[in-house]
């Protein structure tokens, strides 16, 4: 974990070792300024260029992470598919069987919730759920406040 996402007080020389340690394991960024090309479609792509956008600011992902973004794009991007299919559609669908007709689930239904699934497993790994935002929030905060109080003192 990030020493910035990190809740526990540290002593000043922990905390230097672990934002060193940190700095050996960052890596470049230059493979995420262009979506990959086994993107999906133009839906991914999109989300791509508006995803890494909103990531940067938080300075925590890098080019070992373009698979996971790549991925998450791709399962929203078909995510998007199943829900314009299913809003012209029916939740319920007719099916027949030998002894007659009997209404069963939309299959587009599960389709949807698959890729919503998958997307959420990769916002996981890329940091874009609420709660991970706010954990980096909340850790700036105390970061700044514990600064204040280092050059001040407690007040």
């Not at 587009?108 to 990769?122: H, L």
């Not at 940091?127 to 280092?150: C, F």
Request: proline fraction near 3%; hydrophobic fraction near 35%; charge should be positive.
């Amino acid at each position: 974990m990030p020493v910035e996402l990190q809740t526990g007080h540290l002593k000043v020389i922990d905390g230097q070792k672990k934002r060193d340690a940190e700095d050996q394991v960052k890596t470049e960024k230059n493979q995420l300024k262009r979506p990959p090309s086994w993107l999906i479609d133009d839906v991914a792509k999109k989300e791509w260029r508006r995803v890494v956008k909103e990531l940067s600011k938080l300075n925590i992902v890098g080019n070992l992470d373009l698979n996971n973004i790549g991925g998450y794009c791709n399962a929203f991007a078909n995510y998007v598919k199943a829900t314009e299919i299913l809003s012209q559609q029916s939740y319920y669908v007719d099916r027949e069987t030998r002894t007659g007709v009997i209404v069963v689930k939309n299959p587009m239904v599960d389709i949807q919730k698959g890729y919503a699934e998958e997307m959420r497993r990769f916002a996981a790994l890329c940091g874009l759920t609420i709660d991970s935002r706010l954990k980096a929030g909340s850790a700036k905060v105390n970061k700044q406040q514990e600064e204040i109080e280092n050059r001040f003192g407690a007040i």
